[in-house]
């Protein structure tokens, strides 16, 4: 383990075709689509992004998923959260990890991440369409839940906090009687013969959300500025700015550089917090002219973000000094550290060496 810091990065299992996104989006869609076919959108836009040593891969394949985890390895994230999600029982994207459980391929750390929320069609530019819609049976259903999760947690290479399994949810306030559920998930841990369970519960925006009254152990905080059409309009070409006056579109941008002191959490919480660090954000291939940009983001800039956020966690317990990374590969979103024709493994660079060659 790294002394400095413990880096998990959130990995997205969109990268294969499925059924759903077939019938939704065309024969073949996966999170690829949307990323090549982006264009720029204002003078300086970086868009489109291109993968570079990974390629446009694809995630049915053990080989990618082999190359994606020795590439983290040797560059200091020393594990992969991946989205999951569990809606009433249904499961979505579950091949990746699916095979990577049943396999033992990759040997690389994972926890998960359980993404509870509902899907919907912003990619179309219609969000109230609800593809998918998150929905809490009961207790039957978290019963049935941790049955699924057990067989994760109890992985060797499943990462721990004190000997206890990571877990993450995504939106704790959406689920009824939280705190029950937490007590439950517990008790099993308990019964299956873990030590117990470590909770992080996410909080969004509110700087004043205490994971402990909601039966967590710990708290990520994801902060995005708000989506109210700020822009820079020296950025906008004619073509930009006819769009944008028609009243229909909200494009907005900021400057990654002036973001960084807004990212990270600014006072001490009484609770144990973790910083969420972010490499960049640019979400127009899937939401196009409406979409929220962060303009300028640079390894080097990311290397700043990144020491911000160690000097956060350097007097946390070693087991606590954890940076959750968002992340490895939301290439639809712009977060993303893979390697690009860009900046090839600048990102990564960065991590190494403020995290590996720290310790």
Known sequence: MNESARVIAYYLPQFHPTPENDAWWGKGFTEWTNVAKAKPLYHGHDQPRIPADLGFYDLRLPEARAAQA???RDYGVEGFCYYHY??????????????????GEPDFPFCLCWANHSWNSIWQGTPDRVLVEQVYPGMADHVAHFDFLLKAFTDPRYITVDGKPLFLVYKPDDIPDVQRVTDYWR????????NGLHLVGVSHFNPGWDPRTRGFDACMMQKLPPKDGHIPWQ??????????SRGRNNLTIYAYEEMLGFL????????????????????TPRTGINGLVFHGST????????RDALAKVADHPPEHKILFLKAWNEWAEGNYVEPDLRYGRGYLEAIRDEIVGAA
């Open 70 to 72: 020795e590439l983290a």
């Open 86 to 103: 569990w809606f009433g029982g249904r499961r979505m994207l579950e091949r990746p990890f699916n095979e990577v459980l049943a396999s």
């Open 187 to 194: 008790e099993r841990a308990h019964q299956a013969g873990l």
């Open 235 to 244: 950025f906008l070409d004619a073509k930009a700015r006819k769009l944008l």
């Open 264 to 283: 990270l959490r600014s006072k001490k919480t009484e609770f144990m917090d973790y910083p969420c660090v972010l490499p960049n954000w640019d979400h």
């Open 299 to 306: 390894p080097e800039l990311f290397r700043r973000h990144l």
